[in-house]
């Protein structure tokens, strides 16, 4: 694949790198001149992708920056890390995500989806901000449609969005408790969140030139689809995966969303398949927002 865009002389943070769609992320960004900086929970795969990129990417380079996501301690260590390094930033991209087919607690108390596919990205988001805000940041949150309709096999029926419960937003350890869990719906709120979150932030750092937009990457076959595909539909999982995007494919809508230039100054907004999409109305309710707003930084705080 050649590089379609120009990037030499910017920085890119990117999460998920080592995973399906955050690789191709990662080495399209290199290739086009982006210093890379990959942030990997698990340094041997870290050093597989680095082994891959280097030789590969343009002038910018690439680094690795070893965090585990899931804990408050890793995103903060994470960003101080590349804060002591860079102090300029002209692209983050959110990508690592993650589904679980169980409930599990981080150990800070989370409910793992809430840890992994929310406040990852919106810890990094605002701890990275005095560099994000420097470098004109254009700040990519990669979603899942799963948040506007949660059912996994779509024959008939209404679309089922993503329940948010507005009491649970002022405490996010309260955010998909024991009682009712279900593993999509869970992934699918914690997606909600990081929307709903993103409307928010896009507005406070609006006069700052940085810009957040979040999309939806297509049904793509990775890692993370093994454990989507319902246990009915595992004996034909082969023939299932080959109908999806591929990561190539699927890494495509959020390269675009990060690079176009088109998009410049194109802020607050979801999109599937290239179109702003409307999300369910709580994503939109101003003092929802701030309740969840305050709820991540008094826990992002430690308080
Ligand atoms: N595939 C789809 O159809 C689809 C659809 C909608 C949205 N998405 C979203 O697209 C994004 C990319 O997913 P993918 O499909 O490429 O899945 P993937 O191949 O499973 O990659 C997930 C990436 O996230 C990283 N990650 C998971 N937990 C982490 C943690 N605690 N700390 C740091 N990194 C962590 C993984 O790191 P390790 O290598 O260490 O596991 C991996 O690099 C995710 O946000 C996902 O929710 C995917």
Not at 58 to 86: K, M, N, T, W, Y
Not at 133 to 144: K, L, Q
Not at 264 to 282: C, D, L, M, N, S
Request: zero cysteines; a positive charge.
């Amino acid at each position: 694949m050649t590089a379609p865009y120009e990037l030499e002389g910017k920085v890119a943070v990117v999460t998920g790198a080592t995973g399906g769609m955050g690789q191709v992320i990662a080495l399209e960004l290199a290739r086009a001149g982006a210093l890379v900086i990959a942030i990997a929970r698990n340094p041997r795969t870290a050093d597989t992708l680095a082994s891959q990129i280097r030789g590969e990417e343009g002038p910018g380079g690439f680094e690795v920056v070893v965090g585990d996501l899931s804990r408050r301690d890793g995103i903060i260590g994470a960003s101080r890390a590349i804060l002591a390094q860079h102090t300029s930033i002209q692209l983050l991209v959110n990508n690592a995500g993650a589904h679980f087919r169980d409930r599990r607690v981080s150990p800070d108390g989370l409910e793992m989806h809430v840890a992994v596919d929310y406040l990852a990205a919106y810890g990094l988001t605002t701890l990275l901000l005095p560099a994000l805000r420097r470098g004109r940041a254009r700040v990519v949150n990669v979603a899942s449609d799963s948040l506007r309709d949660t059912r996994r096999v779509k024959l008939s029926g209404k679309p089922r969005p993503a329940t948010l419960d507005n009491s649970d937003l002022g405490d996010l350890t309260r955010l998909n408790p024991a009682a009712g869990f279900v593993p999509f719906e869970a992934y699918a709120r914690a997606k909600l969140l990081t929307v709903m979150a993103g409307y928010d932030l896009a507005r406070t750092v609006a006069s700052d030139g940085v810009t957040l937009n979040a999309l939806h990457p297509g049904i793509v076959a990775t890692e993370i689809i093994n454990d989507l595909i319902p246990a009915v539909l595992r004996p034909v999982g082969g023939l299932i995966r080959r109908s999806m995007l591929t990561p190539a494919q699927g890494a495509a809508a959020t390269l675009h969303l990060a690079t176009t230039a088109g998009l410049k100054g194109v802020t607050g907004r979801y999109f599937v398949h290239g179109a702003e999409t409307r999300t369910p109305p709580i994503s939109y309710d101003l003092i929802a927002q701030a309740g969840l707003r305050d709820a991540s930084d008094r826990f992002l705080a430690g308080d």
